[in-house]
């Protein structure tokens, strides 16, 4: 049974501050609402959480497409094994299952046709003519390796001085290893052989994931096979047979389609075609070479993060809760930031600041929170940390009481406004609203400023440079002397109209 944890502190719901209130609230991302608020993840998905909420969890290790991708198959969707490429498919015989080690799910044959797929034009099996690099790897899980079985058959023709040339690429099992055959692939092989073949040495173990890559590179001529990250057989198609020299390219005739596991019983994942060779750091570090990488989750984790969650000027953050799942070695890490003004908030500022759910926090006050979070697996991978429900704990700045009363005397271009102090034991000072609309306080001709003005803590101020026969309303507002960004209700309204006077 999972051992949720949820940490919490019990704060105070209603506490006094120089003579006024904080009121206790709270903001929740995730639970019954589920992530709505999520401004960025990355390597991190939707799945179940504590009483069947969604929750934020990584994303399985299943390949991603790139610039150069062609083509993944990789059954993470249960509706179309097909999750990027222009490609059609004809049939699919495949089975998806979940007993897999590099994602959701794979595909499973039955030696029963596998899957037939036709590229549509700009694909690299769907596009004749010359080709530059390219790479067609996969994850394999024989039930038997056995000779005569196939992982992939495409079939077509190039003309050659009006003679129609037969094409082939196939791979094959025999004697427990994987063979790649070529057949009329490459334009002016050099060798003056068109028929070339690439095997394997390492034996495929039935029941066990193996990586195979296939890979071409355009700039030198190496044609080589990777199993999990060794070199296991290489040519040059050059004029020498070896590095340097002229170099052929890739020439593919009629579009065709292709089959995977037409004739194979075992599971395969992740087939991917890219347009460019391979490159081991892809696959894992050069040090690394020939260790296997097949964890289910990225070892280096995931991260989300929400967009700034907006409360009220003076907000304090007080603490988080989280429901949170962590499975042996897994981890969570969480991050708070604030401020007072979102629009420029960049990745590193406001600084963030790391907190442990359940901790009183201190010095996390404005009027956005912001909360991310990083998740990390096991570490063999296997497993993943999930997140049900973020808390945010905060208190509001009390909003000081207005004046209660307010009068406005007209004079030459001018209004002296009067007010007395307001009672509540909060106030810093007085905001003056003005403008020449009742209820709109747009005003912006006084020579003391617009609308509203920060008059400090005073109880009366003159408005110059008016119009004479203009009528104006006015209002004022206290703000807290704990934040001058707190301002309370507006007092009532006040009116008068500047004219000039007979001397």
Sequence with gaps: MRNYIRKSVIMFAIMGMIGGTLFSKELILGGKKGWPQLEVTNNVTNGEGRFGYESMELSTNACEADFATDLIVNFENAENPVSYGNYLIEKNKLQRVSSTELGKGA???????????????GTFFGT???NGSFTIEFWLNPALAENGEEIFQWHSSRTIDSHIIYQMISVDFEGGKLIWKFSNIFDNFYAGNSDLSLKGVTTIIPNTWSKHVLSYDAETGLLEYLVNGYVEDLKYITST??????????????????????????????FRITKAPYELSGFQSAENAGSIEHA??????GYFRSRPLMTSAGSVLNSIDVEYYTPKETAVNFYVRSGDNRYNWTETYPEWKSVEPGEELTGVSGLFFQVAAELFPDGDGC?????????????ELPLPLPPFSVS???????????????VDETAGGYYVFYGNRSGEYLGRIAVEGSSPINVGNTTSITLTGLENGTIYYFAVATWSRVNENVIGELS??????PKKTLR
Excluded: M, Q
């Design 408 to 422: 406005a005397v007209a004079g030459d271009g001018s209004v002296t406004l009067k007010w007395n102090y307001s």
């Design 107 to 121: 595909g499973l044959s039955r030696d029963n046709g596998g899957i037939t797929l036709t590229g549509k034009p």
């Design 241 to 270: 047979g070896h590095e340097g020299g002229d170099i052929s390219l890739v020439l593919l005739g009629v579009p065709a389609s292709f089959d995977l596991c037409g004739k194979y019983t075992g599971k395969i994942d992740d």
């Design 296 to 301: 289910k989750y990225v070892r280096t984790g």
């Design 383 to 395: 497993h993943t940390p999930n997140v049900t429900e973020i808390k945010l704990n905060y208190t």
């Design 492 to 497: 009532k309204e006040v009116f008068a109209r």
């Design 128 to 130: 004749e003519g010359l």
